[in-house]
């Protein structure tokens, strides 16, 4: 919803839109952060077993750095506007970057 919301309705702070599923977005990245610190809690022996502490924690601080970005007015403008900057395609980069560490614990894991 983030792509398709950021390259068909790109309005800068006229995207009234924007704002539904910049939260929506959010509030997801945020159920997941604390689902993957329990996990981190109860998989703790498993983690340290197969050496992903590291790459654990590169997921961490993406998903810390996600959830920093709170915006008072939520833009969607163009990619390349240098004004009014694309918080949907922020976001979305930031979730893709864990998903994609996600797919490589768990690359180890089926190891």
């Given amino acids: 919803i983030l792509k398709e919301r950021a390259e068909h309705y790109n ?22 952060y ?3 610190k329990g996990a981190e809690a109860d998989f703790e022996d498993v983690i340290n077993e197969k050496h992903l502490q590291s790459l654990w924690d590169t997921m961490d601080s993406q998903f810390v ?3 920093r970005i709170q915006p008072f007015i939520i833009a969607n403008g163009r990619e390349d506007g240098w004004l009014l900057p694309n ?21 180890v894991l089926a190891q």
């Fill in 34 to 36: 604390g689902l993957m």
């Fill in 87 to 107: 918080h949907l395609t922020t976001i979305g980069f930031y979730m893709l970057r864990v998903r994609s560490n996600l797919v490589e614990i768990s690359n």
């Fill in 65 to 67: 750095s996600a959830l």
């Fill in 11 to 32: 309005n800068g702070w006229f995207d009234f839109r924007a704002d539904d599923r910049f939260w929506f977005a959010y509030g997801q990245l945020y159920a997941y």
